[in-house]
DNA sequence: GCGTAACCGAGACGGTACGTCCCGTCTTGAT
DNA sequence: ATCAAGACGGGACGTACCGTCTCGGTTACGC
C-alpha cells in the first residue's frame, strides 16, 4: 500500500526496519483519530511507536509528509471507479463515495489538516499534487469523457470544470459546515451540474 | 469596521485603549503579509505594536481570533452586492469581486490560514460561521432570489446549491491550486451554474 | 500603633481613608501568614483588601515596606524589657520573648522573609536599620549596661558583641533550622556570654 | 568540585553534556557577581551560556538549586579546617577565613540571598542542610572536640551551641549590616566563647 | 567469518513561542 | 486629592515541540 517515501541512501549497511515503519503509521493514524492533525506531534508519534525520533525523520522529513502517506492510504482504497452506464450514475456514485469517505470522518478531518498544511510547505504542496489531487482528478475525469463519448454532453464541455463544480462544492460544505454533505445535496449537485454542462452552450 | 472583539467584563476600570487595538491589528495585518498565518506569533505581534503580550490576550483569546479580525476587515470592504439586473450578471461581478480578493493576495492567503484554522479551534468555528459565513452567504443569496423572482430560474431551486456550487468549485481551485481561477473559468462557471438551475427541473 | 508610613502630599483635597489603610494591613498579615512572604503580592493584597492597587502604593513604596509594617507592629508588641534585678535572669527573659515571638509563628516566618529583602532593596534596609535593627538593640542594650551597672561584668565588656552572641546565635538556629530554638539552648547561651563577658579580660 | 546535581534518569541516549553544565554554571556565577540573587533570571543564564532553557531545567529545577551550585563551590574551596594548637587559634583562624569569603563578596552577598531562598522552598531547604549546614559544621565541631582532648574547656561544654555562638553572631553582622565585621569583633567573640565555655560550670 | 556502514531506541541539544503572573504606572468616573 | 477598578508596557516564568545530534548497541551485506 504506502510504501517508504525516502528510499535508503544506500544499500550497505543494516537495512531499515519495517516493523519501524508500520508501528510509526499507526501511531500517526491513531493520533490523528484522537485530535486530528493538531495532535499529531513528532515526539508522540516517536513514543507510541517505540521509535526514535531521527528514525521518523530519515523517512518523512516532515509532519505533513507523514501525515499525507497515513492519509493517503486511507482515503484511495475508498474512492472506486464508477460505471453505471450514465453520466448521471456515474458522478452521483462518486460523489457519494468521496462523501461517504469524508463526512464526519477521522479521514475527512485529516483531509481538512492536510489542505490547510499544504498551504505553508511548498515541498508538501508538490507532493499533494502529483500523489492526491492529480491522480483523484484523473480517474474522476474518465467519467466525464465517457459522457461526452456517450454524447449525454457536447464535446466542448470543460471537464475541469465539471469536476470543480462536483467536488469543490462539496468540499466547499465539508471545510465550512455551514450546511451538511446529505444525499440530497449529491443529487441535486450532479443533476444541476450534468444539466449544466449539457444544455450550455444550447 | 472592526469592532472590539471581546468587550470590557465591566464600565469600570480603565477602559480599553483604542491606540493600542489599532497598533495590534495593524501588527497582524503587516505579519499577515510577510509571511502568512504560520509568520503570525502573538509574540511578535506584541512587539511590534509596542503593547504588553496580555494587552492582547485580553481582546483575543487566540491567534486564529486574531488573524480573523484583522482578515474580515479587508475582506468584507471589498465584496459589493451587485445589481445588474440580469442574474448572470451579479453572480459574475460577484464572483469576479471575489476571485480578485483573493486570488494571489495576502487576503487570500490568509483565507486559507484561518479555514484550516477554524477546524481545529472550535470558539473560532463559531466565530467564524457567524460572522464570515452567514453574512456573506446572506448577502450573496439575494441575487438569487432576485434571479428567481425575475423569472430566470424556477422557484423550486435551492440557492445554497447554487452558491455552494458557484463559490466552492472557486474555494476549490484557491485552496488546491490545481488550476487558475481565471475569468473563463468565472465565465463557465456562472453559465454552467444559471443554466443547471434553470434547466433543472424541465 | 503603626502609623501612615508616606504622610499626604497635600493637605487639601479628599483625605485619606483610614478604611482602606486598615483593610491593606489586614489582607497583608492574612497573606503572610497563609504563603509568608512570597505569597505577598500586591496585585493579592489589593484585591482582598477590596482596595486600588495605587492607593497601597500612595502608602507604601514597596512589598518590602508594606509587609515590614505589618510585621513591626506585631513584633514590638512582644518585646519587653525585663527588669529581673540580674543580668543573667534579664537577658533569660529577653531571649525567651524573642524565641516566643518567632519560633514557628508567621511573625518569625515574615522577619526571615524581610532579613532576604532587605539584601536586595536600599530603601528598605535603611528603615529596617532605623527602625527595627537600632531600637531593639537599644533597648536590649539596656540590660547589659545594667548589669555592668551592677557590677556583674567588667566595664571594657563590649555590649554589642554580647548581644551578638546572644541574639545572633539565636537567629542563626531560626534561620538554618540545623537545631531547635529550645529553652535549654536559652539557657545555655546566656550562661555561656555571661560568665565569657564576666572573666573575659581576666 | 560541584558534581551533577540530578543526575540522568537512565543510561541510555545521549549523554548530557559536560560543556552545557560548565557553561550554565559559568553564566550563573557571572550573573551573581553582576547583580547577585535578583538580577539571577533563568532566561539570562540560557542566553549566556547559549543554552536552551530546558537543558537547565533537566539539571538544576529551581533558580535557588542553580545559585547553590554555584556559590557551593566557591564556598568550600575557602574554608580550612585549622589546626594551630590551640582552640582559641583555630577557631580565630576559622572564624577569619568565613569572615575573609563573606565580608564584601559576591559569595557573602549569594549566602544571603540562599539563606532567604531557603525558607521558601523546602526541596532547596534540604539540599542547604545536607550539603552546606552539616557539612560546614561538621567539620567546624572537630575543633572544640580537639580543645574538649586538650582540656582547654571541660568535656560536658555542648559543641553545637559553642558554634552557633560564634558563627551565629558573626552571620548576625552579615545580615543586619549593623556593625562591621572586623578583626577585633573576631578576636572579642572567639574570646568570650572560649573563656564562657571554659568557665561555664566553674 | 569479519569488518563496516547504516540502522536502531533513547534522549539530550539549541531554539522558538506559548500563555500566565506580577510588577509598578496610568486612566477612567465618582466621591 | 483620593477612591475602586482595571488596563497598560514590560519581564520572566516553566512547558511543549521542533528538527538535529550523540550515545551504545544491532543487523546483514560484501570482502
Given at each position: 500500500?504506502?510504501?517508504?517515501?525516502?528510499?535508503?541512501?544506500?544499500?550497505?549497511?543494516?537495512?531499515?526496519?519495517?516493523?519501524?515503519?508500520?508501528?510509526?503509521?499507526?501511531?500517526?493514524t491513531q493520533l490523528?483519530?484522537?485530535?486530528?492533525?493538531?495532535?499529531?506531534?513528532?515526539?508522540?508519534?516517536?513514543?507510541?511507536?517505540?521509535?526514535?525520533?531521527?528514525?521518523?525523520?530519515?523517512?518523512?522529513?516532515?509532519?505533513?509528509?507523514?501525515?499525507?502517506?497515513?492519509?493517503?492510504?486511507?482515503?484511495?482504497?475508498?474512492?472506486?471507479?464508477?460505471?453505471?452506464?450514465?453520466?448521471?450514475?456515474?458522478?452521483?456514485?462518486?460523489?457519494?463515495?468521496?462523501?461517504?469517505?469524508?463526512?464526519?470522518?477521522?479521514?475527512?478531518?485529516?483531509?481538512?489538516?492536510?489542505?490547510?498544511?499544504?498551504?505553508?510547505?511548498?515541498?508538501?504542496?508538490?507532493?499533494w499534487s502529483d500523489?492526491?489531487?492529480?491522480?483523484?482528478?484523473?480517474?474522476?475525469?474518465?467519467?466525464?469523457?465517457?459522457?461526452?463519448?456517450?454524447?449525454?454532453?457536447?464535446?466542448?464541455?470543460?471537464?475541469?470544470?465539471?469536476?470543480?463544480?462536483l467536488f469543490g462544492?462539496?468540499?466547499?460544505?465539508?471545510?465550512?459546515?455551514?450546511?451538511?454533505?446529505?444525499?440530497?445535496?449529491?443529487?441535486?449537485?450532479?443533476?444541476?451540474?450534468?444539466?449544466?454542462?449539457?444544455?450550455?452552450?444550447?
Amino acid at each position: 500500500m504506502s510504501e517508504s517515501p525516502i528510499p535508503p541512501v544506500s544499500l550497505r549497511g543494516r537495512p531499515r526496519s519495517q516493523r519501524a515503519e508500520r508501528a510509526i503509521l499507526e501511531a500517526t493514524t491513531q493520533l490523528l483519530e484522537e485530535g486530528g492533525f493538531v495532535a499529531l506531534t513528532m515526539e508522540e508519534v516517536a513514543l507510541r511507536a517505540g521509535v526514535g525520533k531521527a528514525t521518523i525523520y530519515r523517512r518523512w522529513p516532515t509532519k505533513g509528509m507523514l501525515a499525507f502517506d497515513a492519509f493517503l492510504a486511507q482515503f484511495l482504497a475508498r474512492q472506486p471507479l464508477p460505471d453505471t452506464g450514465t453520466l448521471r450514475g456515474d458522478l452521483l456514485a462518486a460523489l457519494r463515495a468521496w462523501i461517504r469517505t469524508v463526512n464526519g470522518t477521522v479521514t475527512g478531518r485529516t483531509l481538512v489538516g492536510l489542505i490547510a498544511e499544504v498551504q505553508r510547505d511548498p515541498a508538501l504542496a508538490d507532493v499533494w499534487s502529483d500523489r492526491f489531487v492529480r491522480p483523484v482528478r484523473d480517474q474522476h475525469r474518465v467519467m466525464i469523457e465517457r459522457g461526452v463519448d456517450r454524447g449525454e454532453i457536447p464535446p466542448g464541455a470543460d471537464p475541469d470544470i465539471a469536476l470543480d463544480l462536483l467536488f469543490g462544492s462539496a468540499y466547499h460544505r465539508l471545510l465550512q459546515s455551514h450546511l451538511p454533505l446529505s444525499d440530497r445535496f449529491a443529487q441535486v449537485v450532479v443533476d444541476t451540474v450534468v444539466s449544466g454542462m449539457a444544455g450550455g452552450p444550447r
